[in-house]
């Protein structure tokens, strides 16, 4: 609908860190807790221990529905074309990189080779160098620890992998 009656919430919010705890103080008392928490440990050293304690305890919650659902402050929209984008997946990111592109159609993050290929997207931070002969439409994710190969079109079924790496209490790949 382009009627310019109605707007799209694109997640943006901006707002002083100030509004913002108070806020999480008002509305998420146990985040604002940890949040304190946090603070401190910096200070003293303790970072790293403390943010997994506080992590583990905290409920997942977004911040549209644990804070601008709830909240009594004065709420404004702005319309803007400021060329957001929700990288929510691979396939987006490749997108977003169009600049970068080979003449193929190609977007390698390390050191990749493209021989009779078009349209793929190599992240590679392991180290390793991948060739990629006679393919197309392909993500190929190198990590240390785990290989990702799929379609291009089926990014958005990563999540599929996700809950197959839970369910086999295999979170260490996530």
């Known amino acids: 609908m382009h009627s310019g009656e109605h707007y799209w919430n694109a997640g943006i919010f901006v707002a002083t860190a100030e ?3 108070n806020e999480i103080r008002q509305h998420l008392p146990d985040l604002y807790e940890g949040l304190m928490l946090l603070e401190k440990s910096l200070r003293d050293g303790s970072f790293e221990e403390t943010l997994k304690r506080v992590y583990e305890g905290l409920k997942p919650v ?17 319309p803007c074309d ?7 997946s691979w396939e987006s990111l490749y997108q977003l990189r ?3 592109y080979d003449n193929d159609g190609n977007l390698s993050d390390g ?5 009779d290929s078009r349209n793929n997207f190599v992240s590679e931070g392991a180290g390793k160098f991948i060739a990629c002969l006679g393919v197309q439409n392909l993500i190929v994710v190198d990590a240390e620890d785990a290989l990702l190969v799929a379609n291009m079109g089926r990014s958005q079924e990563i ?3 996700v809950e197959y790496l839970n369910a086999k209490n295999k979170k260490e790949l996530l």
């Open 19 to 21: 509004t913002i705890l």
């Open 62 to 78: 977004s911040f549209d529905y644990g804070i601008m659902e709830k909240t009594k402050a004065p709420l404004f929209v702005v």
């Open 82 to 88: 400021c060329g957001w984008s929700d990288v929510g």
């Open 98 to 100: 169009s600049s970068r």
């Open 111 to 115: 050191d990749a080779l493209f021989i």
């Open 159 to 161: 999540r599929r992998i």
